[in-house]
């Protein structure tokens, strides 16, 4: 029996969800951009959903943007800071997704503005650091709510007072593909003017939402409409990802509560197969849904290797570099050496998991660290 526990990269696809992919893709053949009757009634059904994707989240002031990807939204997210602002400094941390990075440092370079990459240490991003950096030339702050890789929670209502006092007019962009659907986000007091959703973290077979404050939705929108910045999700796509949306939100407290008795049970099992393998970060300070276990002396990535055999998958770290010359960046980013840095094991969980995977999950993780 395979395990799989590297949900944070992608979950596997909702059974339901894959029935109404199959639904939609017969019923709506149109492209959502066409002027035909095709066209248009399978635009007016994704403003319908979309709508109702609002609404189960609570939201009101925001619109939506639709992306393929997660990597494609943070890509339009960045492209409309920076060409609406056109000049000033953008700040982020060095805990960031790369795909956040690396569409800043794309972005900022065009507009000529400085990116601004503020400190971490062992409990995550330094909110001293992030405040100092503060300023009127401050034009945006880019930040995650949940980190990738060690599944720690970052205070944005404390970067929101942070912004009141020292930056009002900044933006703020919150990278929630971690969190939204998993985690509350109090978007009233956070007030985000843009923040995400990909589809393979909640199940659906594709797709990213990009929430826009609506005073911003225009420009961001003509990226797509006007200039093809980002590319067209095709409407069976977006439409399960709406419906896998409105799922994640009505069952949020429901998935959480079953993420934290799992979270716990595969704690104790590792306990009593003598695996006392610390979490980078406390219970209180992380998404239960990422374990994130420091491993030393033995490395993330041969333990996720040697899973191989049991047919279980792990993660040395965020997915897109699980294996580096250089180990984690995440753990370098809060003061781990270079040798710990290799040393790291993420378990990510999700609706399909149960009690037994974690107990046989100890069990082989035990194995494989005795047999090193």
């Not at 067209?232 to 949306?245: F, H, K, N």
């Amino acid at each position: 029996m395979s395990i799989y526990l590297d949900n944070a990269a992608a979950v596997p696809c909702d059974p339901e969800l894959l029935r109404c992919f199959q639904e939609y893709a017969a019923e709506f053949p149109g492209n959502q951009e066409s002027a035909g009757w095709h066209g248009r009634t399978a635009a007016e059904r994704i403003r319908k959903d979309s709508a109702e994707l609002c609404k189960a989240f609570g939201l009101s002031g925001f619109g939506t943007v639709f992306c393929n990807t997660g990597t494609e939204a943070l890509a339009v997210a960045a492209e409309g800071i920076c060409r609406t602002l056109h000049g000033g400094e953008i700040i982020t941390t060095t805990l960031e997704h790369p795909a956040l990075e690396k569409a800043f440092e794309r972005s900022c370079a065009k507009y000529g503005m400085e990116l601004i990459r503020c400190k971490s240490d062992r409990s995550g991003v330094s909110m001293t650091d992030l405040e100092s950096h503060l300023s009127g030339r401050t034009a945006a702050v880019a930040v995650h709510h949940v980190q990738s890789e060690t599944g720690g929670i970052l205070d944005l209502r404390k970067i929101r007072q942070l912004l009141d006092r020292h930056a009002p007019k900044a933006l703020l962009l919150c990278d929630t593909m971690q969190s939204i659907g998993k985690i509350p986000l109090e978007t009233r007091e956070i007030r985000p003017d843009f923040f995400t959703l990909s589809g393979q973290k909640i199940g659906a077979p594709g797709g990213a939402v990009l929430f826009c404050n609506e005073k911003l939705l225009r420009p961001v929108q003509s990226l797509r409409s006007a200039e093809h910045f980002g590319g067209r999700c095709s409407v069976p796509v977006l439409l399960t990802l709406l419906q896998a949306g409105i799922k994640a939100a009505q069952m949020q407290k429901e998935r959480y509560g079953r993420a934290l008795e799992l979270r716990r049970r595969l704690l104790d099992a590792l306990r009593q197969n003598g695996l006392d393998f610390p979490c980078t970060l406390p219970e209180d300070a992380v998404s239960p849904f990422i374990i994130h276990l420091l491993t030393a002396p033995y490395q993330g990535a041969i333990l996720t290797r040697a899973l191989h055999r049991y047919e279980i998958s792990a993660a040395p770290g965020s997915a897109c570099e699980s294996e580096t010359p250089s180990g984690s960046r995440a753990l370098t980013a809060m003061g781990y050496s270079r040798k710990d840095a290799f040393c790291g094991l993420r378990l990510s969980l999700w609706q399909h998991n149960t009690a037994e995977e974690m107990d046989r999950l100890a069990e082989k993780l035990a194995g494989c660290v005795k047999n090193y």
